[in-house]
Nanobody, 123 residues
């Protein structure tokens, strides 16, 4: 069992940055690939980025490349999402998720989810 708790969301102006963090419980965190997804109001949840269990490989949605960076610290059981040059269309609830062993782009592949953290970008 893995429990995930996101933090770091909030209100930011266009062009600003935020760093989201996801803290995981459990002794097997370093066996899980981790992903970040987001869901804007009235829209489906979409993939942003994922990272392999070792942190050696990262994957991004085309829309996230160059703007978002995913990283993890297995010693601290955390995964982060650095978000730069934020735009109003980045406004959404951001979720972290864990998947046993193998990274994935697909929401349904993930085993555990956090409760989400709201990011609002004002124009």
């Amino acid at each position: 069992q893995v429990q995930l708790v996101e933090s770091g969301g909030g209100l930011v102006q266009t062009g600003g940055s935020l760093r989201l963090s996801c803290a995981a419980s459990g002794r097997t965190f370093n066996s899980y690939a981790m992903g970040w997804f987001r869901q804007a109001s009235g829209k489906e949840r979409v993939f942003i980025a994922s990272i392999t269990w070792s942190g050696g490989n990262t994957y991004y949605a085309d829309s996230a490349k160059g703007q978002f960076t995913i990283s993890r610290d297995n010693a601290k059981n955390t995964v982060a999402l650095q978000m730069n040059s934020l735009k109003p269309e980045d406004t959404a609830v951001y979720y972290c998720a864990a998947r046993w062993a193998v990274s994935s782009y697909y929401e349904n592949d993930y085993d555990y989810w956090g409760q989400g953290t709201q990011v609002t970008v004002s124009s």
